[in-house]
């Protein structure tokens, strides 16, 4: 009798899962080349807009016009604008008193006098520039004094008399300045008018010329500013 011999049954085919592992390294890979992708597109970008911007400098150093040498005559620093202005101005000489000015050419020559001199316009009311010579205090008394002092009494003096206006006046100012190298204090005084309140302000300036002499400059007027140019033309001559 043939004897049967027990089959062995064949193993089952499993199925094994691939690993979870390789997966996970997949993914990180492909985050890594995202992020990697997006910090070179990230400098790539800022790369490109420095670029512009550079370009954009360069364009405009390139338009900027570069200047070109002025041909106009250029003014000597140490010359007076207003001196300049005035060299069509009509000229005064003082021989006997030592000095010299200019004055506007449509301006004349009001008055001159052994003491004074007086320039303006037809109406001296608008503009008057005068020069009164050999200052001294009204007072006999005072006839010891410095010239500082005196200067002082005769400015006190006739501020508050009526021959400066029908109520006087009052200091505004006091300041030390040069005419032509001498010492000279600048006063700018207010008339107290009844019949014009509002008057425009007085400037007197007196120059200390000599230990014997002084200059009384008195400028009235509203155009200051022409006064100005003519005290710049001012020059002392011995």
Do not use: C
């Amino acid at each position: 009798m043939q004897e049967n011999n027990p089959v062995t049954p064949a193993n089952p085919i499993v199925q094994t899962e691939q690993p979870k592992k390789s997966s996970f390294l997949v993914v990180l890979l492909s985050i890594l080349l995202f992020i990697s992708l997006v910090i070179a597109g990230f400098f790539a970008y800022q790369t490109q807009k420095l670029v512009n911007e550079l370009q954009i400098i360069r364009n405009e150093e390139l338009v900027t016009p570069t200047s070109v040498p002025s041909t106009e005559p250029t003014t000597d620093p140490t010359v007076d604008p207003f001196i300049e202005e005035s060299n069509d101005w009509k000229k005064y000489t003082n021989a006997k008193i030592g000095f010299t000015l200019s004055y506007p050419s449509n301006w004349m020559m009001l008055s001159d006098v052994d003491q004074s001199v007086n320039f303006g316009t037809k109406s001296s009311e608008l503009n008057n520039f005068s020069v009164e010579y050999n200052i001294h205090s009204p007072y006999a008394v005072d006839s010891g004094l410095d010239q500082i002092s005196q200067i002082e009494a005769h400015k006190n003096y006739y501020l508050n008399s009526t021959s400066f206006a029908d109520g006087g006046g009052k200091e505004l100012s006091k300041q030390e300045i040069k005419v032509d190298g001498k010492r000279a204090i600048r006063y700018t005084l207010q008339p107290l008018s009844k019949e014009k309140p509002d008057g425009s302000p007085v400037v007197w300036i007196y120059v200390l010329q000599n230990p014997d002499s002084v200059l009384k400059i008195a400028l009235y007027g509203l155009d200051l500013t022409i006064h100005d140019q003519i005290l710049s033309t001012f020059k002392f001559t011995n």
